[in-house]
């Protein structure tokens, strides 16, 4: 019984030594879309020298961004806390950690924290060189 036990062992041995490393990188779609949160079609790329570019944001608890908007494509990820977005048009969208969301264009609108911890996000712009990401409303 031993050696078959032993033989068994043996064998299946490589067996495991082959498998799937549970630890591989993984990949995982957040979002593809076509349009912003609010139903908005994205617009077309203008022309020009592409820029990207990518920020990470803190809101504290308790704060807000200033009304503004983007003349640019964006797109945020949340990494901690939960994110409110409200339009001048009064449509508010609630955005959790580990959810994306495709950011409208043109449009006014804030961002604020009404939690009790940070709200974190990398946002990516895909602009033009020498257009700018965000205009403040005066």
């Known amino acids: 019984m031993k050696t078959i036990l032993s033989i068994l062992f043996l064998v299946l041995l490589p067996l495991g030594l082959f498998a799937k490393d549970k630890s591989a990188p993984t990949t995982e779609k957040l979002v593809v879309a076509t349009e912003a949160w609010t139903g908005q079609k994205?617009?077309?790329?203008?022309?020009g020298q592409p820029e990207i570019t990518v920020l990470k944001i803190t809101i504290p608890p308790g704060q807000r961004l200033p009304m503004h908007k983007h003349p640019v494509i964006n797109a945020v990820v949340v990494l901690r806390g939960e994110?409110?977005?409200?339009?001048?048009?009064?449509?508010?969208?609630?955005?959790?950690?580990?959810?994306?969301?495709?950011?409208?264009?043109?449009?006014?609108?804030?961002?604020?924290?009404?939690?009790?911890?940070?709200?974190?996000?990398?946002?990516?712009?895909?602009?033009?060189?020498?257009t700018p990401i965000t205009i403040l409303q005066k």
Do not use: C, R
């Open 83 to 130: 994110l409110t977005v409200t339009t001048d048009k009064g449509k508010v969208l609630h955005v959790k950690a580990g959810q994306p969301m495709i950011e409208i264009v043109n449009e006014w609108h804030y961002g604020a924290n009404h939690g009790t911890e940070p709200v974190e996000m990398i946002v990516f712009y895909a602009g033009v060189k020498g």
């Open 42 to 47: 994205l617009p077309a790329y203008p022309s």
